[in-house]
């Protein structure tokens, strides 16, 4: 057995130079001739990644015992509550990796094609999934602990790309080592991304995807790629990014993007959420719309239940004119009485820092949070506009 999976580890390295290996070159204990194993190589389309199964579970055991890994009653407690949701789970899904699954919803659509992708996390806390079927869109998340399972309903493929989206080229994965740099550079840590579900999507290229969720759930998803193209989900339901960690706030923050509201989060305040589009180039000079034909600002209605209870809301859209205008456009609509507004520091004789990663980058957290901290009343700061 030890120099059949030699054998097999030889192989698997001059298949790919390039990808990471499930299976682990140890020398394993012979089972007796009668409980030969038989191998099967498959190939995961979700995770771009070999994995080699065993007919009796054997490699699975000696790679779970070797690398300790794998927390088995959590594990245990996952599966039986994804099991009641229809979701089939068997011992080949290891913590850690993404794999397709028949839909329980959508039963695979006319062509019964695995289109759920589903993954435990490394720490076995979480077990999520979404499916990529045309027609479906279900996602939701199970718990190790005593929480009940979220889901719900997103449909992810109505974006605006020039490309074909298909569950091969669009796949929710965690963010490697290339995106976790690029935000380094902005002074983002790795603990604020993950801690905000940001990800990143399977492709030809790095695209960054900006999950916005409701009570753990996905409700929508913004994609950007490093080279700053952005599009989002067509006719999803508009939502402001980080929702849930103003559940219970009466005081926030909105910033003008979600790299806005990561970088926030690094000055000390995690009571901040993001508009989800772009900014109006001018103040509209017509009296405010009825809610039903408010359309740019559907956002602010759809989360009318968490800004109808603040009693401070500080604006720290961009310092631009585009910015501006977004600022007075969403005073307008929250009340001017309640609303502050940040006035972004001088970065020489003739500009100011344009938003809140700027000064993040330039000056650090404590800068960042003292701008915030001495936001002026807006009507005050109007006032001192028109002198």
Known sequence: M??????????????????????????FSTPKSTRLISHV??????????????????????????EGMVDSDKVRVLKQKIEVLGIKCDD??????YYHLLCPKCKGGKTMERSLS?????????AMWRCFGTSCGWTGQAFADSRMPIAGVNK?????????????NV?????????????????????????????QMSGDKYIIAFTYRQNGAIVGCKYRTMEKRFWQEKDTRKWLYGLDDINEATEIIIVEGEIDKLSVEEAGFRNCVSVPGGAPQIVSAKDLPSIQKDRAYQYLWNSKEYLDKLSRIVLATDGDTSGRSLAEELARRLG??????????????????????EVLKCLGPAALKGVIQTAEKYEACQLHRLN
């Open 2 to 27: 030890a120099t059949s999976a030699l054998s097999l580890t030889n192989q698997l390295c001059r298949f790919s130079s390039e990808v990471h290996f499930l299976f682990i070159n140890k020398n």
């Open 41 to 66: 190589w498959s190939y995961s389309k979700t995770t771009r990644i070999p994995a080699l199964h065993s007919a009796n579970g054997y490699i699975k055991e000696a790679i779970e015992e070797g």
């Open 92 to 97: 080949s899904c290891f913590p850690g990796q």
């Open 118 to 126: 589903f993954n435990i996390t490394q720490d076995v806390d979480v």
């Open 156 to 168: 992810i493929f109505k974006v605006k790309s020039s490309k074909q989206v298909t569950p091969e």
């Open 171 to 199: 796949v929710l994965e965690p963010l490697g080592d290339k995106l976790i740099a690029y935000f380094s550079e902005r002074m983002i840590s790795e603990e604020t991304l993950r801690r905000n579900a940001v990800m």
């Open 336 to 357: 001017k009485e309640r609303c502050w507004v940040v006035r972004w520091p001088e970065k020489d004789d003739s500009r100011c820092f344009k938003d809140a990663n």
